[in-house]
């Protein structure tokens, strides 16, 4: 079927740009607000990152247009060189035939484990004290990240390298999200304590994947998880493995995409259960009927379809991959304008999911939207949370699978009340989060509390 192509979309420029450095220091400090500034400029918002235009793109034929040729026309930009420096070349930097061949030897070991996924749901929300606080974002990185530690490696690692894992991965992510939106390349090589404690966190992390590979190597079946998986890939076409190099920069590269990702989704549904009695109460009945026993048995989720639709609607208005960049490697016409070669370009998940030529009421919560006879009027290319096009998220299945689950398990055992007296404000470094939810828990079945 041919692509459709958008010959008159509507192009407007975001209110608030300052001389020199244009709208670059609100987008540092509150993107939000540009963003939802952005709203009202139609189909392209055009913005300024210092004296240079970027676009923002929010049209569902454009983002086709442009994804469909993605090869031809784009790359990654500056924020995808600044992460190959960081961690190496890898699914996440690469474009063009180099990006189709890794993509064809790695797909294979996306794969959700289902066990480990429901072990770890239910070990972080079992070790919860009734009655006490905590700051559900914490906790949700915590469980994300044990979920990332055990994927990656099962029993190839050390219990003492899982833990070391676990405590230096929030340390690596914040110094990626910090040295990938730097322009000028500099901030990293500032002689800084926090510096060094990234430097050191990424090198260690590093080791511990090449120890996991070791293992792999020398104890054969039973060790290893995705680590293994991407030492035993192959090229389908030339029977090429994965060096030690790039096996160590895809499992960096999925472990600093795929943590913060689940962690956004499961701290935001952590939100809504608490802030949400409505939504709370029906997920409960859900589960109570689903669920006998935890550790959930992996076969239950496909019962969970108002635990889906919940996530579904999370990931609609509050999408991890709010911003997607690219940039113009020639001239393209986008929709009757001239993008220059060497523009930004930012495909805008955020900005589509809540046009109102595409959903109805789209700044209110409903999962029921996503009820099949409702979801079915929702026009193709409107909903696009794990990207689009060639470079969509191969780890679409896991974060579905972690995300269900956990948000099953703590429903089934807690009631979340909310602890402070405003809303938990989004914020986006790089992936969309909250920056707290802070909640006390308080056991929805006190005789069968799992303390």
Not at 3 to 27: D, I, N, S, Y
Not at 324 to 330: C, D, I, L, P
Request: glycine share 6%; charged share 20%; proline share 8%.
């Amino acid at each position: 079927m041919p692509q459709e192509t958008m010959t008159h979309a509507t192009l407007g420029f975001v209110p608030g740009r300052r001389w020199l450095v244009g709208h670059a220091l609100k987008m540092r400090k509150d993107a939000f607000s540009v963003m939802d500034s952005a709203r009202s400029c139609g189909d392209i918002a055009v913005v300024w990152l210092g004296p240079k235009p970027a676009y923002v793109i929010s049209h569902p034929a454009l983002i086709r247009q442009l994804l469909a040729a993605e090869d031809r026309s784009l790359d990654k930009g500056p924020l995808y060189e600044n992460l190959a420096q960081l961690i190496g070349v890898s699914i996440g930097t690469l474009t063009g035939h180099p990006h189709r061949v890794r993509r064809r030897m790695i797909a294979p070991a996306y794969a959700p484990n289902d066990e480990i996924i429901s072990t770890v749901a239910f070990e972080v929300a079992s070790s919860w004290r009734p009655g006490h606080l905590y700051d559900m974002v914490e906790e949700m990185r915590r469980l994300s990240f044990t979920v990332m530690a055990r994927t990656l490696f099962t029993d190839a690692i050390t219990a003492d390298s899982e833990a070391e894992f676990v405590q230096l991965l929030p340390v690596a992510l914040t110094g990626i999200a910090k040295y990938m939106a730097d322009p000028t390349g500099v901030l990293k090589r500032i002689p800084t304590a926090d510096n060094r404690r990234v430097n050191h966190a990424l090198t260690r992390l590093q080791q511990i994947i090449d120890d996991g590979v070791s293992t792999y190597r020398s104890a054969g079946a039973g060790a290893g998880g995705i680590v293994a998986a991407l030492t035993d890939a192959r090229d389908p076409q030339t029977g090429q493995p994965l060096s030690a190099e790039q096996i160590r920069n895809e499992a960096m590269v999925l472990m600093s995409a795929g943590s913060e990702t689940v962690a956004g989704v499961l701290s935001h549904a952590c939100s809504i259960m608490a802030h949400d009695p409505a939504i709370a109460e029906q997920l409960h009945a859900e589960v109570d009927h689903a669920l006998v026993d935890l550790p959930m048995n992996p076969g239950k989720i496909p019962q969970l379809e108002y635990a889906k639709r919940v996530i579904h609607e999370i990931l609609r208005l509050f999408p991890s991959g709010a911003l997607m960049s690219r940039r113009a490697t020639v001239e393209i016409n986008l929709g009757g304008h001239r993008i220059p070669p060497g523009a930004a370009l930012f495909f805008c998940p955020y900005l589509l999911h809540r046009r109102v030529d595409l959903f109805d009421d789209p700044d209110r919560f409903d999962p029921d939207r996503w009820l099949p006879e409702r979801a079915q009027r929702i026009p193709h290319g409107a909903f696009v949370p794990f990207g689009a096009g060639p470079h969509i998220c191969l780890g679409d299945k896991i974060a579905w699978s972690e995300s269900t689950t956990a948000i099953a398990t703590i429903s089934r055992l807690w009631n979340l009340q909310p602890a402070a007296k405003r809303a938990p404000r989004l914020i986006l470094a790089p992936t969309l989060n909250l920056d707290a939810v802070p909640v006390t828990v308080e056991p929805r079945h006190p005789a069968q509390s799992p303390i």
